[in-house]
């Protein structure tokens, strides 16, 4: 067994599987959503499977709400993180 099989072994019992694919999309944002998006928001963290991002105006905080579903399905197919259910803009 290679360390690299036991190192995700016990990164998965301990939880930490979660945490380090969720750490992916909130590093992979700019790439996710795109470059005029990614200009005026800041994906802060994810937290509980809700990831927060911080948006520049109220404008463009109401835009993005009305795109989330199209960002969440582009989080799955871009990183393939199934357990981010919702994004907080604020």
Do not use: N
């Not at 994906?43 to 499977?49: L, V």
């Amino acid at each position: 067994m290679s360390i690299g099989t036991v190192l995700e072994a016990f990164l998965k019992r301990m939880g930490y599987d979660i945490a380090i694919r969720e750490w992916e999309v909130v590093r992979s944002w700019p790439s996710i959503v795109g470059e005029r998006i990614a200009r005026v928001t800041v994906c802060e963290k994810s937290e509980k499977g809700i990831l927060c991002v911080r948006v520049q105006s109220a404008a463009w905080r109401q835009e993005l709400t009305y795109m989330k579903e199209t960002i969440m399905a582009s989080i799955l197919r871009e990183t393939g993180c199934e357990t981010i259910k919702d994004i907080l803009f604020y």
